[in-house]
C-alpha cells in the first residue's frame, strides 16, 4: 500500500480544539479529495482540489478548512465550528478530471474522535 | 445535483450463492458508475466501473449491469467467498462543471462460511 499516506490513524480532539489531519500523495495526480465516513451515510465530500492553489466545497464543509500549497499534500483542519465531528475521514487523489481519470486512489484513513 | 440511492444496506448470503446489489441516480447525463470495496480496517478500492455507452461489464466473478431509460445499475457477484465480505459502494459521475462522483451510502455484504 503506497501511493497516498494519511496520518495520524487515529486522533483525539477536546472542546474547542482544531486539529489538522494530514494527507500526502507521491502519485503525481492534480486531484485531491477529502470524506467524511458515517455508519450507514456513505462517504460524503468535504472539498475537493482539482490543482494546486484552489480548493472548492463538497457537500458538507461547514467547520472544515483545507489548503493546497503543494500538488502533494492537501491537508484537512477540523476546527472547533464543527460540532460532530467524530467520524472515519478518508483523502483520496485522482489523476485529473478528465474523462478516463476517474479512478480514486484513497488513503488508509484517520479516525477522529472527541475528548 | 446528483443523488444516488444504494440498496440494500445490509446483505447477508451463503457461500457459493450469488449476491445483487442495486443503484439508482438521478442525474439522466451521468455517464460513469464505479463501484468501490471497502474490507474491514481498509481504504475503499476500485473493483468494476462502467460508463454510460456500454450495458454490461464482467471481470471474472463480478458484474456490472446499466439501464440508462430506468437510470439504476446494478452489482452481480456470483459464487460468493468469505472473502467477498466487505462494505460496497456504488457511485454515479456525472457532467458539467463537477466531475466528482457522488456515492451511495454502501452495502455490508456478509457471506457465510
Known amino acids: ?115 | 445535483g446528483e443523488n444516488v440511492e444504494q440498496h440494500p444496506s445490509t446483505l447477508s448470503v451463503q457461500e457459493g450463492d450469488s449476491a445483487v446489489i442495486k443503484c439508482t441516480y438521478s442525474d439522466s447525463a451521468s455517464n460513469y458508475f464505479p463501484w468501490y470495496k471497502q474490507e474491514l480496517g481498509k481504504r475503499p478500492q476500485l473493483i468494476i466501473d462502467i460508463r454510460s455507452n456500454v450495458g454490461e461489464k464482467k471481470d471474472q466473478r463480478i458484474a456490472v449491469t446499466l439501464n440508462k431509460t430506468a437510470k439504476h445499475f446494478s452489482l452481480h457477484i456470483t459464487e460468493t467467498q468469505p472473502e467477498d465480505s466487505a462494505v460496497y459502494f456504488c457511485a454515479a459521475k456525472g457532467t458539467g462543471g463537477s466531475y466528482i462522483p457522488t456515492f451511495g451510502r454502501g452495502t455490508s455484504l456478509i457471506v457465510h462460511p
Not at chain 1, 482544531?18 to 500523495?25: A, F, I, K, R, Y
Request: net charge neutral; charged share 20%; with cysteine.
Open chain 1, 1 to 115: 500500500d503506497g501511493g497516498i499516506t494519511q496520518s495520524p490513524k487515529y486522533l483525539f480532539r477536546k472542546e474547542g480544539q482544531n486539529v489538522t489531519l494530514s494527507c500526502e500523495q507521491n502519485l503525481n495526480h492534480d486531484a485531491m479529495y477529502w470524506y467524511r465516513q458515517d455508519p450507514g451515510q456513505g462517504l460524503r465530500l468535504i472539498y475537493y482540489s482539482q490543482i494546486v492553489n484552489d480548493f472548492q466545497k463538497g457537500d458538507i464543509a461547514e467547520g472544515y478548512s483545507v489548503s493546497r500549497e503543494k500538488k502533494e499534500s492537501f491537508p484537512l483542519t477540523v476546527t472547533s465550528a464543527q460540532k460532530n465531528p467524530t467520524a472515519f475521514y478518508l483523502c483520496a487523489s485522482s489523476r485529473g478530471q478528465a474523462a478516463t481519470n476517474e479512478k480514486l486512489f484513497f488513503g488508509s484513513g484517520t479516525q477522529l474522535s472527541v475528548l
